[in-house]
């Protein structure tokens, strides 16, 4: 195709800038001050996704084998769905929801947990019409306006799952059980799982009302919020986190000692389902949890070094809340668990995590031709689906197989002048050090058929012991300082 003539430059456009000799007005700069983080989130560095990446595979992999199905609510939902499910008189309502009006006016909230959202989304896509209980995971963002300390943000990550159509204690047994096998596959030592129960309908009112009584004689020993409490909802003050009212708490009387007859066989079942399982807990009677939709069964898991602070998840059973959202009754049992907090329990107990293969083939170039060359092979690997990575920005062999290494590849494959010239390739099995040449017309094949025979291991452990990194392995080295004698690219590390 022949080039369009240039069109002529309209004549009241052709000036001559430089004609305008008056003198311009220096133009001030401003500095500008860089903005930062809203207080209480987080970024989430490239270094710390291993951990994270680990979470997400071991959730999603445990989820599989319990027969748990995905689903994703939306990160906003109307205000009065989180008002009327966690509860109004909680602190998550009443302190810490980001609640706002939208530009619709609709009153709107940022999720603070998934349980009611994915209550919601059960109801709305009638899912009581499928065999029930339907058993549902997710995974994602929630948003609390709490203190921000270790372990406590604004934004954080839960783990959750639901099992929603049926009250069998079994259920809560399992939603424990599996909250154990992700921890457990995870690494984690010492943890104990912290177990109450909060009664229902029937037994509640009095075991408030017994509560209050308590309270009221202790009135003067409470903090201001609690004081508040004790007319609105004094189960609150049972998990009050100041200490003064926490020592009051200590003596206050027992849901165990009022439940119902069914709250307490229920009960009794779900702790001797525990025992047959070998899952250690603790009956701990001042936990009532955060939020108000639980009935029966509430547990938390902690790591148990004295010094923690937070729980790693928490959970239980919650027969009334579809039916509190507008739903059909349905007895439902769940959990969820801080990526955060697991995260920072992995870092304090020094475990070893397995990374991820991110690519099977590094494709190495060393030289402008080769590197033209190995755009066209790069495309060639990658329909034929082999997995393949590069870092065509670099020059030094060796910088690229510092990359290759990092990525714990099978296999790199070098094209140096030489090969650009002669049509081969470099097949470096990066397990052995052990290389071979082959014909670029059939390294595909190769690359297959080695791929077959090496095992899949997803543990990456570093092949080559390199040397203190140098600036010059970095910026573009010399391509020659890489070749060797025989003009084939130089890979001993010995002569670096
Ligand atoms: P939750 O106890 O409020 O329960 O939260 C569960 C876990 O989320 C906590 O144990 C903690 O690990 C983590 N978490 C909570 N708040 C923060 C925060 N500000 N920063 C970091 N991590 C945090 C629930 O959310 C219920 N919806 C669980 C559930 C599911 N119950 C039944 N189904």
Known sequence: MGRKPKKPIPEEMDIDMD?????????????????????GMKDILPAEWKYWDFVFHTVQKVAMTFGFDRIETPVLEPTPLFVRGVGEETDIVEKE????????KNDVALRPEFTSGVSRAYIEHGMHNLPQPVKLFSMGPLFRHDRPQAGRYRQFWQFNFEIIGEKNPVLDAQIIQLAWRIYRTIGLKDLTVQINSVGDENCRPQYVSALK???????????????????????????CKEEKCQRVASEAPQFLDHLCDECSVHFKNVLEYLDELGIPYELNASLVRGLDYYTKTAFEIWPSKTSAQSALGGG???DNLLEMLGGQSKPAVGFAGGIERVIMAIQEQNIDIPQVRKADVFLAQLSEMAKKKSLKVFEELRDANIDVVEALGKNSLKSQLKVADKLGVRLALIIGQKEAIDGTIIVRDMESGIQEIVDRSKIVRDVQRRLEKAPAAPVVKPQLPLKPERESDFIGADDEADLGGDGRPD???SNE
């Open 316 to 318: 239980g059973r919650y």
């Open 491 to 493: 890979i001993d590390e």
């Open 19 to 39: 004609t305008d000799t008056a003198p311009k007005p220096a133009k001030k700069r401003v500095k500008r001050e860089p903005l930062q983080l809203v207080k």
């Open 213 to 239: 009584e308590y309270f009221e004689m202790h009135e003067n020993k409470l903090c201001k919020d609690c004081k508040r409490r004790l007319t609105r909802n004094p189960l609150r003050i049972l998990d």
């Open 97 to 104: 929801l980001y609640s706002f009006t939208d530009r619709g």
